[in-house]
């Protein structure tokens, strides 16, 4: 954020949330805006909110002992954010070898909406605290708490929830849902209280750092409940790479154990916070800060009601339909087709450099007065890719040598499609985000560009839901004898038939939503770009 030292300002964006290659979708689940298969949200787990802000400092004067605590304090605070994320884009791979179906996914995909949903909570931890224990500890202190035993309750009853690979017992998918949703709502309370406590934690000269913190230590959580767990979890990679002798057949670490660890983590480290981590006063200037939940709640009304606000809503909570089943499904559909989830997850890494790149070098594109440009011009590249990861899938099925090996070229094949995705993905993302900073009205701009990017992450993760529960709907299937009947199950077939899907759900919904993104894009382009030609005047609350 601009602004002189006098009269620093903070400006709030969203942050991208990482995830693995399993979940095309970036917007949704979470706040980094990274490769998610899983679900939907590359989810992206979109996301969250970022603090931002630029100061005049300078460069030569050498960050204190202080800050320096500061900063690797909040790093470390952002990276047990990650975790709860990170470990919720991995089950879904985890119930896809249980045999788990596509409704029981859409259900468990609700499990991201907490940080695309934290706008309806957030002034409540703005506003209500305890003035001995701290503002910001107030609400950070029981939330630690609070994952620390979920996680322990997990830890013992995980192998329950999640099933054997037996059919005898399936998972128990809503109960799995309610924990991590409850996983994900502490962690989304988290975020609140922290990104707000980064703004006293660290000295004003010093607080642009709180972004990168935020940023950094939210991928690397996200990275070790994801990516570290998938491979430490496979009883292939840790036979290949990690274990010398006989092969055994089971991993290094088990969710179980690997949930257990982390909830002592997060008891040992709320601890410490609560015994040796003071609050700073925060000083606010008049009108600064709501006085009361009424008035934090009063000024998302006043937002809401403005004619080019609830125009900019519906658009925004439409525009992500059509890319809905490729980000959503591709990742889960090629995990069924016998890849390895872990391979899967791995892919993720050498992406890694492009998505760190990709918002510099698009910042010229995106720093100007018409960001949405951009926008509408990624966006049928990025409908194409519809028409793309369909193919890779069926083509995934074909070429396997042996149950999940593939030939080399194929994996390279994957990450070039997936660099393509996020060009196109990324360039629209940061484009909305620039729109959202030039017409937030600068009064309420904290509340105005939240309730802009909470919009947005409802955008993407409303779809991949709808789109993960209409899979199974439109599959078709019949015994596998000549001329068979439809079915649903083994059971409605004769003695020795099987339950085949002969027409897959996945490659309708692919089409539809292909039809449905051109078709949108065709209705509402005019509309985006009247939007973006509308004048500040127009995007400012009257008071």
């Known amino acids: 954020m601009d602004g002189n030292r006098p009269a620093v300002a903070v400006r709030r964006s969203p942050r991208i949330q990482q995830r693995n290659v399993a979940s095309l979708s970036s917007e949704s689940v979470g706040d980094i805006e990274v490769l998610n298969i899983n679900n939907g949200n590359l989810s992206t787990k979109i996301d969250d909110e970022k603090l931002h802000m630029r100061t005049d400092d300078d ?25 709860p994320l990170g470990l919720a884009g991995s ?38 605290y305890s003035s001995r224990l701290g503002r910001r500890k107030s609400w950070l202190i029981p939330s630690q708490y609070a994952i620390g035993a979920a996680m322990v309750f997990l830890s013992y009853r995980v192998p329950h929830l999640l099933g054997t690979r037996a059919d005898s017992f399936a998972p128990d998918i809503p109960a799995l849902t309610a924990v991590f949703f409850l996983l994900n709502f502490c962690a989304a309370t988290q975020d609140i209280a922290v990104d707000g406590w980064a703004l006293t934690m660290l000295s004003r000269r010093n607080v642009g750092y709180a972004s990168t913190c935020n940023s950094v230590g ?36 088990t969710l179980s154990g690997f949930l257990y660890f982390w909830s002592i983590v997060f008891m040992i480290t709320t601890t410490l916070v609560l015994i040796f981590k003071s609050e700073r006063n925060e000083i606010f200037n008049d009108g600064e800060l709501p006085t009361s939940i009424t008035q934090a709640y009063y000024q998302l009304l006043l937002i809401i009601r403005l004619p080019t606000v609830m125009k900019y809503v519906g658009l925004v909570l439409t525009m992500k339909v059509g890319f809905s089943a490729v980000d959503a499904v591709t990742g ?3 995990v069924e087709s016998g890849m390895p989830k872990e391979t899967l997850a791995l892919m993720a890494i050498p992406l890694t450099p492009l998505q760190i790149l990709l918002p510099f070098l698009l910042a010229k594109y995106t720093n100007s007065s ?15 890719m519809g028409a ?48 959202h900073a030039q017409v937030s009205d600068p009064a309420f701009g904290g509340t105005y560009m939240t309730l802009l990017n909470t919009v947005t992450n409802l955008g993407g993760n409303w779809p991949a839901t709808l789109a993960l529960s209409l899979v199974d709907k439109l ?18 077939c004769p003695d020795g038939v099987s339950c085949s899907i002969y027409i897959d759900g996945y490659y309708i919904e692919c089409v539809i939503c292909l039809f449905v993104g051109f078709l949108w894009l065709f209705v509402f382009r005019g509309s985006m770009l009247r939007l973006q030609s509308a004048s500040q005047r127009q995007w400012s609350v009257n008071r």
Request: charged letters at 10%; a positive charge; hydrophobic letters at 50%.
């Open 370 to 384: 018409r960001p949405l440009d951009l926008v509408l011009k990624a966006m049928p590249c990025r409908l194409a």
């Open 218 to 253: 939210q991928t690397a959580g996200y990275f070790l409940g994801n990516v570290v767990f998938l491979a430490l979890e496979s009883p292939d990679f840790s036979n290949t790479y990690l274990r010398s002798g006989d092969p055994l057949p089971y991993g290094l670490v």
């Open 59 to 83: 460069n030569s004067i050498p960050i204190s002992n202080k800050d320096k605590k500061s900063i690797v304090l909040l790093l470390f605070l952002y990276v047990l954010q990650g975790i």
């Open 475 to 492: 599959t078709w299937r019949r015994c596998s004898v000549d001329n068979g009947d439809s079915c649903i199950s083994d059971s409605q």
């Open 332 to 334: 889960l559909k090629l």
């Open 388 to 435: 793309v990861f369909p193919l890779l899938v069926w083509f995934s099925a074909h070429i396997q040598s042996e149950p999940g090996v593939y030939p080399a070229y194929f994996y390279v094949l994957i990450i070039v499609l997936y660099a393509v995705h996020q060009v196109t993905l990324y360039a629209m993302f940061v484009s909305v985000m620039a729109f």
């Open 91 to 128: 089950v879904p791979l985890l119930l896809i070898a249980r045999n788990a179906s596509y409704s029981q996914q859409a259900l468990f995909s609700l499990v991201y909406w907490p940080f695309s949903v934290k706008l309806l909570w957030a002034p409540l931890v703005d506003t209500i």
